[in-house]
């Protein structure tokens, strides 16, 4: 992952306005975890307008699906429920010529209330000027323990040591 590459996915989320949430292995590191993240994991809210936003911002980056799929098919519920179901995604994975180093995962529906999560969001300037918007430490955990790989139970240990909770 590059930082001027997530400077610029954050850049472009902000000036379009996108509703979003960054998650995953970089809101872990944002944080104050020192671990390796290879990918920004967003949370994006669902209505149409909001995604349209998101697909053209990150299109003006580059960022084209993995899966051999148009990325406007990505604001239709019905297509991605379709794939939650049908191909067992939780995640729309997207890449970048221009940002080779630097994946982003869109998740296919929020795994927490977006609403009361952004409510909870923490800001944080990630460059001058930029601000970016990170799920708090308690949402972290909540999606972590859903997953529950070994990174994750990894990841919440770490974000229990940081909140001074006892894992």
Known sequence: MQKASVESIVAALESARVRYL???????????????????????????????????????????????????????????????????????????????????DLFLEPPIDFDAAVSRAVRMEISPGVLATFCCVDDLIEMKQKVGRPQDLADI?????????MP
């Open 157 to 165: 240990a770490e974000l229990k040591c940081i909140r001074g909770i």
């Open 22 to 104: 960054i998650a995953g292995g970089l809101a872990v590191v944002a944080h104050g975890v020192v671990r390796f993240t290879a990918d920004v994991d967003l949370i994006l809210a669902v209505d149409q307008p909001n995604l349209r936003s998101a697909i053209a911002a990150l299109g003006a980056l580059g960022y084209q699906p993995r899966a051999p799929v148009p990325f406007a098919q990505f604001a239709d519920p019905a297509v991605r429920r379709s794939w939650a179901t049908q191909k067992n995604m939780t995640v729309f994975s997207l890449f970048s010529p221009q940002h080779s180093a630097t994946e982003v």
